[in-house]
């Protein structure tokens, strides 16, 4: 597929401001979920917790890292923001970081998907908030772990984005042409 750049130097900022802004969003998550992580350090452990610990650091750092940003939202995020590159317009070079996930001008079953997966983050951190330590801490670094590797990978196919023009993931836009923003 050739290299559509129309967009000019709004879709490249706007393609700079949704990878700014997302990594600014999970950055700020991790930073706050460490704080309920570093009192783990003095926490006198014993063998199961050591155990649950080691289990939810691999479970996380596969479904979550892997499987979540690796295979699925990192791909989908650069091609979304390649096609922003080359049509940008108001609402999503605005929106950039939210287009690129997915939140709209996506197909039915994209945005129903991404809309279901950030409530249901939602309804998990409610309920994590309310569990004492270490298994508040447990997850939390289960998380961290998690969103480090998805941000590892977002960084890597941000850069696969730029130098390599073949690669052409699916940005899941919707087709026909009276589709809308919304």
């Known amino acids: 597929m050739a290299r559509n750049t129309k967009g000019g130097w709004i879709g490249y900022l706007a393609v700079a401001w949704a990878y700014v802004g997302f990594f600014g969003l999970i950055g700020a998550a991790i930073v706050r979920i460490w704080g309920y992580v570093q009192p783990l350090r003095t926490y006198d452990w014993r063998p199961f917790e050591w155990m649950v610990l080691a289990v939810t650091l691999l479970g996380m750092l596969y479904a ?88 590892a990978s977002m960084a890597w196919t941000g850069l696969r984005l730029c130098l390599d023009p073949t690669w052409n993931p699916d940005p899941e836009v919707p087709t026909s042409p009276e589709s809308s923003e919304h």
């Open 64 to 151: 979550e890292g892997w499987k979540g940003f690796y295979l699925k939202l990192a791909p989908r995020f650069a091609a979304r923001a390649r096609f922003l590159r080359s049509n940008p317009t108001i609402l999503r070079v605005l929106l950039a970081p939210f287009f690129c996930v997915g939140y709209f001008y996506a197909p039915r079953k994209r945005k129903i998907a991404s809309y279901a997966l950030t409530f249901g983050i939602i309804l998990l951190v409610i309920l994590v908030r309310k569990l004492d330590q270490p298994w508040r801490g447990i997850i939390d670094a289960g998380v961290v772990v998690g969103l480090g590797f998805g941000l």
